[in-house]
T-cell receptor, first 114, second 114 residues
Framework: NAGVTQTPKFRVLKTGQSMTLLCAQDMNHEYMYWYRQDPGMGLRLIHYSVGEGTTAKGEVPDGYNVSRLKKQNFLLGLESAAPSQTSVYFC?????????????FGPGTRLLVL | AQSVAQPEDQVNVAEGNPLTVKCTYSVSGNPYLFWYVQYPNRGLQFLLKYITGDNLVKGSYGFEAEFNKSQTSFHLKKPSALVSDSALYFCAVRDLYNFNKFYFGSGTKLNVKP
């Protein structure tokens, strides 16, 4: 099993450009998450999904959109990138219905917005 | 609201010495607490979790954590540190009212010197 994979690994954008980050998992997990990691701030939840076709907002959803058209994929979109969105983005997944189930993380995508 | 705090940005320890990485939590009700480790340019990896029961939880790579309800703490410990333990460590708590959400601390960088 590949676990959780993310593409691309690194990207440079100019302000105003758009892009989509792809997360894929092969563990048949119901729940999927997008986080951003910034120095000294830990991980902050952007959006999450509890199943195919459903999404919900996390702590810092502004400027991002997501879609979960297939159970194994969770896409994070930036419609008009801003320098404040420079960050490392992590996708995670977990089983549903288990209170203390752990999350499995992808390797991350480094995004630089100029 | 659920939250965790990691009071130390960095912990330095000599190889072979015991290590402690501190975490305190703030939750209403029983907490579900986690420790994750992040190696450079990698995603987070699960170390251990506390759900209920024994206050001393054993996890991966020889790590353990002690749950202390009176002090609202969940410190990560290891009896004898290795240089390879050098990494970024995150404490996390699961939201009791929305199990889909996790809240992460800001992270503690552990430096183990030979």
């Amino acid at each position: 099993n590949a676990g959780v994979t993310q593409t691309p690994k690194f990207r440079v954008l100019k302000t105003g450009q758009s892009m989509t980050l792809l997360c894929a998992q092969d563990m048949n997990h119901e729940y999927m998450y997008w986080y951003r990691q910034d120095p000294g701030m830990g991980l902050r939840l952007i959006h999450y999904s509890v199943g195919e076709g459903t999404t919900a907002k996390g702590e810092v959803p502004d400027g991002y959109n997501v879609s979960r058209l297939k159970k194994q994929n969770f896409l994070l979109g930036l419609e008009s990138a801003a320098p404040s969105q420079t960050s490392v983005y992590f996708c995670a997944s977990s089983l549903a219905g288990v209170i203390a189930e752990t999350q499995y993380f992808g390797p991350g995508t480094r995004l630089l917005v100029l | 609201a659920q939250s965790v705090a990691q009071p130390e940005d960095q912990v330095n320890v000599a190889e072979g010495n015991p290590l402690t990485v501190k975490c305190t939590y703030s939750v209403s009700g029983n907490p579900y607490l986690f420790w994750y480790v992040q190696y450079p340019n990698r995603g987070l990896q699960f170390l251990l979790k506390y759900i209920t029961g024994d206050n001393l939880v054993k996890g991966s790579y020889g790590f353990e954590a002690e749950f202390n309800k009176s002090q609202t703490s969940f410190h990560l410990k290891k009896p004898s540190a290795l240089v390879s333990d050098s990494a970024l460590y995150f404490c996390a708590v699961r939201d009791l009212y929305n199990f889909n959400k996790f809240y992460f601390g800001s992270g503690t960088k552990l430096n183990v010197k030979p």
